[in-house]
């Protein structure tokens, strides 16, 4: 049984879809005027792991993330770099797209832009003035927070708590200081739409709205995105969609944690502002995912250099299990240990999916994965024969399987992890290892043990085994920059 942590509830609630086996699943974007951050990777990896595991469990998903695409901070941006706004919204999907194929992020359903709904925002905006929800002053259309009852229901906050901490502008034009908007008058200069109500651009909140209504249909299941989005975003999109249809919007709401860098949070002002390009540049895009695995979504997780590396040293052993497993050599006085081996799968197979039962706890799942390394490592050392090792490559097969499907990690085999961190070249070091193999049937072991060591130096372990040199590399880092 999957159980949900849902927000709207404040509550674990068993997932029960509104529609047979159908999944609809919305989940908030960027606003694309710069480069990803890693909030926007957490957010990417969270609610990419609940899609995996929701197809994993046979459910029928339909995933949409859009891309808000008109917005101040993009027009800002726009003017200073004296470039047109689409120019600049274009070139940030493009390296958003970059960023999240990089982390294995399955690309979504559909990828709606504000812009391509102008039409319909026109028109909820429309239907929210006649039912006495929405005013509009002066070309600008305000959403009349208090006329909607249930307004605070998502965030847990009620009106007059809102009013006491609110920082909102004041503007006399408006009936209450907690009134939004929902389309907005444009200025001189400013991109525009022809509206009943003169030239404007839509508010924020509006476009989930629409854009999720009409590729989704409401009520739909999930609607997801990070905690800060609670107030006043998703709050403000209940009310809109709510008054609007008179029915449910979402049935499950989904917040992952914020993240902080080296405990405090992450703030480009405090100048620990990290992208994900920045970290992919010194470390493997596996390594990043990993590390926002080692969390469960619904807590903050702490950003640091060091619990990269201490990500990187955890994919390092489950590559070097998956090696060590490929060269296995199998003992002729080995003994059968099949049923035990099944055991061993079965047991992981339950934990993992245990762990994802509850609320997608991806950090226990991990656990179980390391679980059944050390148990089959066990195994192995106590020396097996070759039906057993053979039962063993099958079983660890269907475990990468299951891991990769659901958390996205464990992409490459082991010889091409080890070959990607490589300092030099591959070809630089076969020629290495070819020279201190010949140093040693000539018995030249100063000259083999002085190559060993300068490729150690390097962070490349060279391991003799009956089958020739093997190599491991180890990448060393000198930190974020």
């Known amino acids: 049984m999957l159980i949900i942590f849902n927000t709207l509830t404040g509550k674990k609630e068993e997932f029960i879809p509104l529609q047979d086996n159908k ?116 070309g600008d259309v305000y959403y009349r927070v208090e006329k909607f009852k249930d307004y605070g229901k998502l965030s847990k906050r ?27 008058k444009s200025k001189e200069n400013e991109p525009y739409w022809e509206s009943p109500w003169g030239k404007g651009r839509p508010g924020w909140h509006i476009e989930c709205s629409v854009m999720s209504a009409k590729l989704l249909g409401i009520p739909f299941d999930i609607h997801g995105g990070g905690k800060d989005l609670i107030f006043p975003h998703h709050e403000n999109e209940i009310a809109q969609s709510e008054a609007a249809e008179e029915k449910m919007f979402a049935k499950y709401w989904i917040h992952n944690g914020f993240v902080n860098i080296n405990k405090e949070k992450m703030s480009k002002s405090l100048g620990n502002f990290f992208t994900i390009r ?11 995912r990993f590390f926002l695995l080692t969390t469960h979504y619904r807590s903050p997780i702490d950003f640091s250099f060091d619990h990269l590396v201490e990500a990187e040293q955890s994919l390092n052993r489950i590559y070097t299990f998956l090696d060590d497993l490929e060269h296995y050599v199998v003992s002729k ?36 994965i390391f679980d059944y390394i050390k148990e089959i490592n066990r195994l192995l050392n106590q020396k097996v024969v070759k039906e057993t090792y053979e039962e063993i490559l099958k079983l660890t097969n269907n475990f990468k399987k299951i891991v990769n499907q659901v958390l996205g990690i464990i992409n490459k085999t082991p010889k091409e992890w080890f070959a990607s961190n490589l300092p030099i070249s591959e070809s630089e070091l076969i020629k290495k290892i070819e020279e201190r193999t010949n140093a040693r049937k000539n018995k030249n072991f100063e000259l083999a043990d002085k190559i060993r060591d300068e490729l150690e130096s390097l962070g490349i372990e060279l391991l003799d085994t009956p089958t020739g040199t093997r190599y491991r590399a180890i990448k060393k880092h000198e930190g974020l920059k």
């Not at 859009?66 to 493009?94: A, C, G, P, Q, V």
């Not at 009620?158 to 034009?173: I, K, Q, S």
């Not at 920045?278 to 990043?288: H, N, Q, R, S």
Request: aromatic letters at 12%; hydrophobic letters at 40%.
């Open 23 to 138: 999944v609809r699943m919305y989940v908030c974007g960027v606003t694309v005027y710069d480069y990803c951050h890693i909030g926007h990777a957490r957010s990417s990896v969270v609610f990419d792991i609940i899609r995996r595991y929701l197809i994993y469990k046979e459910y029928d998903v339909t995933f949409v993330k859009n891309f808000t695409d008109i917005d101040d901070k993009i027009i800002k941006r726009s003017n200073e770099e004296n470039i047109h706004w689409k120019e600049l919204t274009e070139k940030f999907i493009k390296e958003h797209d970059y960023d999240m194929e990089k982390l294995n992020i399955m690309p979504p359903d559909f990828t709606p832009k504000a812009t391509e709904f102008i039409d319909e925002m026109i028109k909820l905006c429309e239907k929210l003035i006649e039912k006495g929800y929405a005013y509009v002053v002066d």
């Open 158 to 184: 009620n009106l007059d708590e809102l009013l006491a901490g609110a920082r909102v502008e004041v503007d006399e034009r408006k009936e209450n200081p907690l009134d939004f908007a929902l389309w907005k």
């Open 278 to 288: 920045e970290i992919i540049k010194e470390f493997d895009p596996e390594v990043l």
């Open 333 to 368: 006085k080995g003994k059968n240990y099949l049923e035990e081996a099944n055991k061993i799968f079965e047991n992981f197979k339950k934990e993992f999916e245990t762990s994802m039962d509850d609320d997608f706890n991806s950090a226990k799942a991990l656990a179980a």
